[in-house]
């Protein structure tokens, strides 16, 4: 490994730098050691891994993906407690695979990239941390998540609110709800997971919904003794459900993609809507006017139960401005409130909004996103070389298992960089027209999609309505478009005595 132990002023060279150690990061450090490759370093800005779920610690956090599918299929977790896991038992899965791996040695915690040149001359990229230590790296892998910037709206009069406020994402666990009265503003995934939680120990809550959400019963519990047992015993049984959980997340996208399809989803949730909730007015409340799957549905079966406690009252009349004391709605109420919870989701049109990425020709990432973020495959961005986005813009699965997605891209990693050596390249970047033409294909496809037709507006959709999350098709789909990068689609060149030479094709199959 070319890479000298933590030093200040140090440089580093890594051959690969990957940022961000939560699924992502790590499931790349793993795959490039499985493909005998031990010289990467993973940067990670705070002090453990696990990304979002290290962040999110809110009561209730959990995922609303079945928990067969939410491990590496190459690390499965044979031991998952339940069919839809919490966050801690997440994140331990996580950390214990960081152990089993050995791949702390790789991490250097507390080190924020901030800033990356790439260098024409050496085809390598200098990225600086907070702290002013540099690397410089042949490859980058930007494994930093589509969720991590916390979205704090600027709504009328907050700054004078006296009492505690956070958001879902910086959850204050030394603020204790007990007898307090809390507002909660938003009404998404997060949200709908801690209100449940949080209520009745609050003395009081008031609930803030802009949009209301379309709900479906989530098939949680915990598993039996005897399923654990067979999971840890015959691994083919973990697999089977693995299977069967992976076409229960396929089948749905078809119907997001072709939204006639969606009337039985919509059935079933009115249906779920009406047997919990008997009151007409407060069902009316919670009715969305869109089609269900244009925002990210809620799978839920104590969401409606909560918000009909007697403790807790359902604010649809919209924010009109913060009070010293409160929260005012529009219809002129004020209501009183020592802790103010924001669930309020996440920042999601620009994914490097904080970083200063400097491609080839001096060009900045803002430059390259200015009409909206773009890459192709959610991989490779035209004018950044050597340069890989995990979960990039419209790479996420539309109701997949993220960890399905990644996995993708992981294998696509590291087919490309198989190429470069290959054909003995020292700079790959994606051919700007390629990705011109695959992104019209892609928005093409997506018009018709209940994301963005359905009739509202999500954090798929950017600031002027285009999409730039949603993959338009299965995961299935996104599974079959990596398998193999199309050498025609990159510009390959080899960096040789001074000269830059096309890359020629040379038998060799490792990194
Ligand atoms: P979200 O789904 O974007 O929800 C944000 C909520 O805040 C919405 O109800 C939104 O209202 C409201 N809001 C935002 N700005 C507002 C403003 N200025 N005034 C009033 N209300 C405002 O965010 P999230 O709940 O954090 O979830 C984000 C994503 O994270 C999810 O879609 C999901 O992919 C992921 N997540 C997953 C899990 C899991 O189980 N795997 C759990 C949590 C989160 P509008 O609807 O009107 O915009």
Redesign the pocket.
Known sequence: MSSTPAKAEAIETPDVLIVGTGFAGLGMAMKLLDAGHSDFVLLEKADDVGGTWRD?TYPG?????ASVMYSYSFAPNRSWSRMYAAQPEILDYIKRVVKDRNLEQHIRFNTEATSYVFDEDSDRWSVRTRSGQEYRARIVVLAHGA?HQP?I?D?PGMGRFKGEMFH??QWDHSVDLKGKRVAV?????????FIPEIAGTAAHLDV????A?WVLPKADRPLKGFERKLFKALPLVQQLYRLLAYWTHEVPVLAFLNPKFLKVLELASLRMLSKQVPDPELRAKLTPDYKIGC??IL?TNDYYPALQRPDVDLITS??AEFTETGVKSADGQLHEADVVIL????STDNRCATENIVGRDGITIQEAWRDGMTAHLGTTVSGFPNMFMLMGPNSGGGAQSILFVIEAQLHYVVECLRMMRRRRATRLEIRADVQREFNSRLHGKLAGSVWNSGG????FLDHTGQNRQSWPGTGTSYWRATRRPDPKAFTLTSRAGGRRLRAVSQPTDSL
Do not use: E
């Not at 956090?61 to 993906?65: G, I, K, N, R």
């Not at 509202?456 to 954090?459: A, D, G, N, R």
């Open positions: 999110n956090c959990a995922c609303d993906v969720l979205n709206p709504l879902s994402a503003i938003g009404t998404g995934s997060s949200a709908a997971q803030f919904q802009r949009t959400h925002k990210r799978l919209g924010v669930g309020t989701g996440f509202c507006h999500s954090w």
